[in-house]
């Protein structure tokens, strides 16, 4: 299966950490000062997908995730790293570990403060005050500043070996950049839409080479803005303001991420009826709350979910996955009829896969000597054959059949 992760990006105080708690049930400690946290935090969540159990009138067994009604929750892994300040990529603040670890993440949430009420350090300011969309702004050149310093430290070294070897410049700079998880399909991608595929690596300025690492990226690292806070004064406008600047560049969500975590917890124990991603919620045991935390329940009902359609916190999630980063859910089956796995679990594991994946990929994805060994795949609902070159369907179950295994 695809290992992917989603990491938690933002200034500190922003509710980087409240939001890796609301999507993943998680405790870590959470408080309204810069650097609480300072030690990546790695959390699980799960996405929605509409399971196929009830098409085929089949009770599933996940091994992973759990399915209630028809909707299957597939984890998702995420890492909430530390709150990254101006000039992080110089070192300043926790700034070179946070952009170490977003080393190996497929795509970035960046957490931020809509109601204005933190400045560029995550200090308390009077709530309107600063402009969130400087926060974003920074945050995308402190990423492509350290991107362009990791290419620096070697770039003389790369300029001479593809002079010298005649090498394309995607391979040399694949070369440098595979430890970032971005692959050589991503710099040629940003090379041509940079305007420098062709363009020799020795002749490139420094403008060059920001612009490319700018968009390399955003190509490699899909980002999406969770506006956080929303619940709280000036919000709304700045929220408005954030859509207007960044459209066609990011999707802004409007989230609380503090609301998705009481209702989570009120939820895991019994006091209220609410799964993640539902635009309202059911009291079970009013007894079992103050009249204040009533109050409160019933303002985030009014202020946020009736207002924007849930927390947004699972939306982020689900936009991330099937949006950004464009995956299909696939259940792969051992035996077509009972859909069962070797162990006689129903359905057991649900793939998140790129679209355009094909049924051979899919076989490398289980286990490589299931690849290596790939004759053809089984549509389960037609019972067609698949070669190793046909594309999966979104929510296609499918029977991977391969030779013996090799001794």
Known sequence: MIKLLIGIVGKPSSGKTTFLNAACLTS?????YPFTTIEPQPGTAFVRVKCVCKEFDVKCNPKVGYCVNGVRYVPVHMLDVAGLVPDAWMGRGLGNKFLDDLRTADALIHVVDASGSTDAEGRKVPPGSWDPVKDVEFLEREIAMWIVQILKRDWRRLVGKARSLRVKPEDVLFERLSGLKISKTDIASALKASGLEGKKLDTWNDDDLYNFVKVLREISKPMIIAANKIDLPYAEENLKRLIEVFKGRYE?????????????????????????GDC???????????????????????????????????????????????LIPVFPVEDPKRLTDHHGNVLPDVFLVPRGSTARDLAYMIHTELGDTFLYAIDVRTGMRLGEDEELKERAVVKIVATAARR
Do not use: H, W
């Open 28 to 32: 870590y400690k959470v408080a309204d």
């Open 280 to 326: 309202d919620f059911e009291i079970l045991k009013p007894e079992k709350l103050s009249k204040d935390a009533l109050d409160r329940l019933e303002r985030l009902r009014s202020q946020v979910l009736k207002k924007y359609g849930s927390t947004g916190v699972q939306m982020v999630l689900e936009k991330v996955v099937f949006e950004l980063l464009d």
């Open 252 to 276: 802004v969500v409007p989230c609380c991420a503090a609301g998705e975590y009481a209702l989570r917890q009120l939820a895991q124990r019994g006091i209220i009826s609410y799964n993640p």
